[in-house]
Every structure is written in C-alpha cells, then in structure tokens.
Nanobody, 115 residues
Framework: VQLQASGGGLVQTGGSLRLSCVVSGTIFWINELAWYRQAPGKQREMVASITNGGRKNYAAFVEGRFTISTNSAKNMVWLEMSSLKPEDTGVYYC??????????WGQGTQVTVSS
C-alpha cells in the first residue's frame, strides 16, 4: 500500500491550497481516510477525516476553513484549504485506517503560509 501526497506549497496568509493523495495497492476495507499535519517541534495532529460512510470530522482549529473529500473508489482523498494562516504551516500527511486497524501513511507534503 502506498500513499502519495501532493499539492503543498508556499502561500500568503489568506490563500488557498488543495492537497491530493493517491492511495494505491490492495486494501480489503478502508475504515477512514484522513489528513494529519506536523509543525516543526510539535506532535503530529489530525486535521480532518472521512469515514467509509462519508462522515467527516474536523479538528477544532479548522474552523470551517478546510474540506476533506474522497471518491467512490476511496483511492483519492483531497483537502481543500482556504483562509490559510501562518499557524497552518507544517508537513501534511494523508492516512488510511483499515478494517484491521492498520494505519498507512504518505510521505507528506509541505505547506508554508507566510505572514
């Protein structure tokens, strides 16, 4: 199983980015797809998740600025981010949680928001 994240970059405060993640390989059943982030010197934290049934969950700091989505095949997951703030800076990782409680991680994509 491989996850390939892309779409990060450098944006100014208030800007937008769309992160994409391609999920490849054989997974019997995906329980949840998610995006996490890790800022320098901080622990990795969940940003947004979407269950196989389509239920979405967002971290409190998202405050309605981000939207997670996936396709019917569950082999793509996106994170639309708007109204970005400098504190959103970090490496963003896509994640898959399987029915066997296995976590798979992508390599991460850097998001930098300048003030």
């Amino acid at each position: 199983v491989q996850l390939q994240a892309s779409g990060g970059g450098l944006v100014q405060t208030g800007g937008s980015l769309r992160l994409s993640c391609v999920v490849s390989g054989t997974i019997f059943w995906i329980n949840e797809l998610a995006w996490y982030r890790q800022a320098p010197g901080k622990q990795r934290e969940m940003v947004a998740s979407i269950t196989n049934g389509g239920r979405k969950n967002y971290a409190a700091f998202v405050e309605g600025r981000f939207t997670i989505s996936t396709n019917s095949a569950k082999n793509m997951v996106w994170l639309e981010m708007s109204s970005l703030k400098p504190e959103d800076t970090g490496v963003y990782y896509c994640n898959v949680l399987t029915s066997g409680s296995d976590h798979y991680w992508g390599q991460g994509t850097q998001v930098t928001v300048s003030s």
